[in-house]
């Protein structure tokens, strides 16, 4: 016969481990940072957020991809026409740029 004291830990341990599975199968934003070379097709702010569009020029399918600009330096930079060496995060279908890594002499 179990004490009541054995019934309880053994419920603390069942429901610590129902927690652990649930955490580790809880699905969380993938994030991923991307480098790589950008043409600028399009720069627009629309209610006070700032975005480019462009392309990946080495690319084959030439996707043009919308990305928010949060940083008032960057968007300043940026100018369209003009291929960038950026990085860039992805995150749950929305694109931030992080980094003006270089600018391409084309």
Known sequence: ?????TRNTSVVV???LVIAVVYWFYPRPLIT???????IVEKSKDKGEH????YDPNSREKKTIKMD????K???????????MLTY????????VKEIVDVKVK
């Open 1 to 5: 016969m179990k004490t009541k004291t």
């Open 14 to 16: 069942i429901l610590l």
């Open 33 to 39: 940072s991307t480098t790589s070379e950008v043409t």
């Open 51 to 54: 975005w480019i569009k462009g």
């Open 69 to 72: 600009v949060n940083e008032q």
């Open 74 to 84: 960057i968007w300043d930079s940026l100018q369209e026409k003009k291929t960038y």
């Open 89 to 96: 995060e992805s995150k749950n279908n929305e694109t931030h």
